[in-house]
């Protein structure tokens, strides 16, 4: 089998196939992107190593590794706000997983919001660009995460 | 001022001032998340460079960077499937973006689905995981990129 041949089987099992082979980064990390299993919302986007993917297989509930940290970490394990998985997806070449969740708790963003997004970037313009706000604090961090 | 003062206001402007100023990466790239925007539905995730961030905002079409062909790439150039951007926003800590888009054509994914995210991962498991498919082909991506 040439090289190529082999590229190209891989991708094919890769995309095609039923075996779950996530791509970890030069890092060892992946990107989960996190919804609200009942709204849709995106909530978060963090990062799993391959002990925080296991950990959320096994657990159903999400682990990540937090990269300015350089340590493993349960969501919730200091604010209570803990995520259960509902359901967990991987996209077409494997290095992204989408997981959908019941936060628990008030928020899923340390800034004490229901989710990351909270600022809205204005579109059609050039050059500076002003964010506005379009997500309330809902809880305040420095009582949550002590 | 004290480095570690200067830091603590650095974090309050990018995470609670109204400067868009996205963290690109060691590679100048940032995570973008991409959902359809009547469905909610997590259409794929892919990654900018500055160049196509600002062709992003100034457009209101998404533009993404390919890692692998190591090139600006706007969606639908080839397949017609353009990304009509309805609104864009940005995370906490300014390096994750999230996209809903009116996704044109049949779907966002180039092996022929609505979104990228056409597999399952069960729950509940340790060791060897079994892929569930949950998306199905609604067009030929052999016709579509030509």
């Known amino acids: 089998m040439t090289a190529l041949a082999m590229s190209e089987k891989s991708q094919a099992d890769l995309e095609e196939g039923t075996t779950c082979a996530p791509r970890f980064d030069a890092n060892g990390l992946i990107t989960a992107v996190v919804t ?3 709204s849709g919302e995106l909530l978060m986007v963090a990062h799993m190593n391959r002990e925080a993917l296991d950990k959320t297989i096994a657990s159903g509930e999400a ?3 937090s990269r300015s940290r350089k ?3 349960k969501k919730g394990e200091t604010s209570g706000h803990v995520q259960r998985v509902v359901e967990m997806r991987v996209d077409c070449d494997q290095d992204a997983i989408w997981l959908k969740v019941e936060q628990q708790g008030a ?5 004490g919001r229901r989710s990351c997004f909270y600022r809205a970037v204005p579109l ?11 997500g309330e604090k809902i809880f305040n961090p420095a009582k949550v995460y002590k």
Chains 1, 2 share one sequence.
């Open 124 to 134: 059609g313009k050039s050059g500076a660009v002003t964010l506005e706000f379009c």
């Open 71 to 73: 340590a493993l970490w």
């Open 63 to 65: 682990w990540y590794y």
């Open 107 to 111: 928020g899923a963003c340390h800034t």
């Open 36 to 38: 609200d299993a009942k």
